[in-house]
T-cell receptor, first 114, second 116 residues
Framework: DQQVKQNSPSLSVQEGRISILNCDYT??????FLWYKKYPAEGPTFLIS?????DKNEDGRFTVFLNKSAKHLSLHIVPSQPGDSAVYFC?????????????FGKGTLLTVNP | GAGVSQSPSNKVTEKGKDVELRCDPI?????LYWYRQRLGQGLEFLIY????????KSGLPSDRFSAERTGESVSTLTIQRTQQEDSAVYLC??????????????FGPGTRLTVL
């Protein structure tokens, strides 16, 4: 039973355009959400996060939007660059007292074409 | 600066054998986590260590899996009598201070385990 879902296994965009990666969750106890980026043969690296008390967090070219009522979040990358090509994982935490446990989605492979 | 390191990077073993995977966290990081990622799946939480507290082993899939940590340094994940379903990438992460979602988890490159 997947509590964090990334329904698009892959996404391809042109350089300079916007990339939108989506994530849905089912557990209403989640109150903190993170995006990690992973290159081949490397571990995931933290990208950006958002607390459930906010609906938007921005860091440079990366913006995460949270819609609590829809249990949906999205990562926007503008403008997309070829170096952004990687697998992006959505993760959530805050389930009761074990807030250090991250529950991950299956990831979305983003390809940014020059 | 050194990040989280894991060894070996790849391990191929025969069904029924025991394997040991090693993780060296970032110096000063008191929290250490193990995850695994099976093919086509997201990362699954396995175990969490924080200082000298009892570890949270709630994610370990069976009693064939165990992990130890020496103080606030090296950790080993042991899988006994490996099965083909254990084939996965095993990832270790560490973070500062006590358990907190605001402490970013830094991941190692993982150990790819293949059980034949």
């Amino acid at each position: 039973d997947q509590q964090v879902k990334q329904n698009s296994p892959s996404l391809s965009v042109q350089e300079g355009r916007i990339s939108i990666l989506n994530c849905d969750y089912t557990n209403s106890m989640f109150d903190y959400f993170l995006w990690y980026k992973k290159y081949p043969a490397e571990g995931p690296t933290f990208l950006i996060s958002i607390s459930s008390i906010k609906d938007k967090n921005e860091d440079g070219r990366f913006t995460v939007f949270l819609n609590k009522s829809a249990k949906h979040l999205s990562l926007h990358i503008v403008p997309s660059q070829p170096g952004d090509s990687a697998v992006y994982f959505c993760a959530a935490s805050g389930d009761g007292g074990s807030n250090y446990k991250l529950t991950f989605g299956k990831g979305t492979l983003l390809t940014v074409n020059p | 600066g050194a990040g989280v390191s894991q060894s070996p990077s790849n391990k191929v073993t025969e069904k029924g054998k025991d394997v040991e995977l090693r993780c060296d966290p970032i110096s000063g990081h008191t929290a250490l986590y193990w995850y695994r990622q099976r093919l086509g799946q997201g990362l699954e939480f396995l175990i969490y260590f924080q200082g000298n507290s009892a570890p949270d082993k709630s994610g370990l899939p069976s009693d064939r899996f165990s992990a130890e940590r020496t103080g606030e340094s090296v950790s080993t994940l042991t899988i006994q009598r490996t099965q083909q379903e254990d084939s996965a990438v095993y990832l270790c992460a560490s973070s500062l201070a006590r358990a907190s979602i605001y402490n970013e988890q830094f991941f190692g490159p993982g150990t790819r385990l293949t059980v034949l």
